[in-house]
């Protein structure tokens, strides 16, 4: 069972340009999560997303930033008109649908690291 | 507000001798914790987790420690090997939340081992 998968690894863009991060998530999972995390520091939760359906973007910033996870497909992380201040690890996570009060576990991605010059 | 901190950025400990991360939390309504291990280059890896209703966990060679009324988690990790190398989070998920829900992260604990 191949694991949460994301392309690209590595990513550089200009400043004004657009980013788009594809997240595959494990087999048999239907919740996604976006995290992004700067140099020396911990993840900070963006959004989560099930098919079809945003469900709390409580940590996505209010422009530019954009998720969706389709029908088919992987879930799209989309950063518009990119500046420095993007630079940094993204990652995705999956988790299966949980039964009532039951935490499942995110299983996490390599990250795509984009870098905006 | 919600944050989750740790005392040590940096711990270097002999192989084979035991390791102990420690990490405070400050919300009170987290009723589920987790750790992460991070090698460079790589995601989050799970560690183990422990919820609120318990104190101590066992995993192979990692035990959690969650003390409620001082609001403190520790992660023993027993023979350190150099395998264990890593950035290490510790993590909580807010009471109230679905069965699936955002993580909250600390910021890191870097464990470095002397051969």
């Known amino acids: 069972n191949a694991g949460v998968m994301q392309n690209p690894r590595h990513l550089v863009r200009r400043r004004g340009q657009e980013a788009r991060l594809r997240c595959s998530p494990m087999k048999g999972h239907s919740h996604v999560y976006w995290y992004r995390q700067l140099p020396e520091e911990g993840l900070k939760f963006m959004v989560y997303?099930?098919?079809?359906?945003?469900?709390?973007e409580s940590g996505m910033p209010k422009e530019r930033f954009s998720a969706e996870f389709p029908k088919e497909g992987p879930s799209i992380l989309r950063i518009q008109q990119v500046v420095r201040g993007d630079s940094a690890a993204y990652f995705c996570?999956?988790?299966?649908?949980?039964?009532?009060?039951?935490?499942?576990?995110?299983?996490f991605g390599p990250g795509t690291r984009l870098l905006v010059l | 507000g919600e944050s989750v901190g740790l005392h040590l950025p940096t711990l270097s400990v002999q192989e084979g001798d035991n390791s102990i991360i420690n990490c405070a939390y400050s919300n009170s309504a987290s009723d589920y914790f987790i750790w992460y291990k991070q090698e460079s280059g790589k995601g989050p890896q799970f560690i183990i987790d422990?919820?609120?209703?318990?104190d101590k966990r066992q995993g192979q060679r990692v035990t959690v420690l969650l003390n409620k009324t001082v609001k403190h988690l520790s992660l023993q990790i027993a023979a350190t090997q150099p395998g264990d190398s890593a950035v290490y989070f510790c993590a909580e998920i807010p009471k109230g939340y679905s069965s699936a829900s955002k993580i909250i992260f600390g910021s890191g604990t870097r464990l470095s081992i002397r051969p």
């Open positions: 422990i919820r609120s209703n318990m």
């Open positions: 996570a999956s988790s299966p649908l949980g039964t009532s009060g039951v935490k499942e576990t995110q299983y």
């Open positions: 997303l099930q098919k079809e359906n945003i469900i709390d």
